[in-house]
T-cell receptor
Framework: EDQVTQSPEALRLQEGESSSLNCSYTVSGLRGLFWYRQDPGKGPEFLFTLYSAGEEKEKERLKATLTKKESFLHITAPKPEDSATYLCAVQANTGFQKLVFGTGTRLLVSP | EAQVTQNPRYLITVTGKKLTVTCSQNMNHEYMSWYRQDPGLGLRQIYYSMNVEVTDKGDVPEGYKVSRKEKRNFPLILESPSPNQTSLYFC????????????????FGPGTRLTVL
């Protein structure tokens, strides 16, 4: 069974304090790994897709990396507006584009 | 603006009273899906559709129905809602290209918060 585990559940940072979020996964053939950002009361907002081990993608203060077992979302010098829940999801080679989600990491960045 | 819309955004109802949550997308996407989000369980797929008149069950389909009569619309139907269907519901859509190696990104609607009393 495809599974995604995210850690930590919650993370509190000071503005400018860099850190990383972890997404560990088991999947029967990875087709893609997704990172989404979710603000309270809103739908998930797409950030990145990673397809193969060694791949990296960046967007502003965020950088996502992928290995064969896990993905990291690195946040460099975060700002309060980066506060949100970050969701990781995997899509297997089978399953017609079904996304299997982790439970997310709630990030709070204090000024 | 490319978007997925859902209505209503908030709904409080009573056990057994049939309801429909609508979902519409303006991106000409073939694939549409419904998820529910519960604390500690994450997002779980209810039903999905690969194109008009093609639908299938996800991981938690019990108590739900869907239909896909038009490409842009994918309503979620609860014929006899129960309190355990109280949840936050999201509709998502994406392109779907059979055989394409790299998958297409799913875009999510704003959510519908349903409370069944």
């Amino acid at each position: 069974e495809d599974q995604v585990t995210q850690s930590p559940e919650a993370l509190r940072l000071q503005e400018g304090e860099s850190s990383s979020l972890n997404c560990s996964y088991t999947v029967s053939g990875l087709r893609g790994l997704f990172w989404y950002r979710q603000d309270p009361g809103k739908g998930p907002e797409f950030l990145f897709t990673l397809y193969s081990a060694g791949e990296e993608k960046e967007k502003e203060r965020l950088k996502a990396t992928l290995t064969k077992k896990e993905s990291f979302l690195h946040i460099t010098a975060p700002k309060p507006e980066d506060s949100a829940t970050y969701l990781c999801a995997v899509q297997a080679n089978t399953g017609f584009q079904k996304l299997v989600f982790g439970t997310g990491t709630r990030l709070l960045v204090s000024p | 603006e490319a978007q997925v819309t859902q209505n209503p955004r908030y709904l409080i109802t009573v056990t057994g009273k049939k309801l429909t949550v609508t979902c519409s997308q303006n991106m000409n996407h073939e694939y549409m899906s419904w998820y529910r989000q519960d604390p500690g369980l994450g997002l779980r797929q209810i039903y999905y559709s690969m194109n008009v008149e093609v639908t299938d069950k996800g991981d938690v389909p019990e108590g739900y129905k869907v239909s896909r009569k038009e490409k842009r619309n994918f309503p979620l139907i609860l014929e006899s809602p129960s309190p355990n269907q109280t949840s936050l519901y999201f509709c998502a859509s994406s392109l779907y290209t059979p055989g394409r190696y790299n998958t297409d990104t799913q875009y999510f609607g704003p959510g519908t918060r349903l409370t069944v009393l």
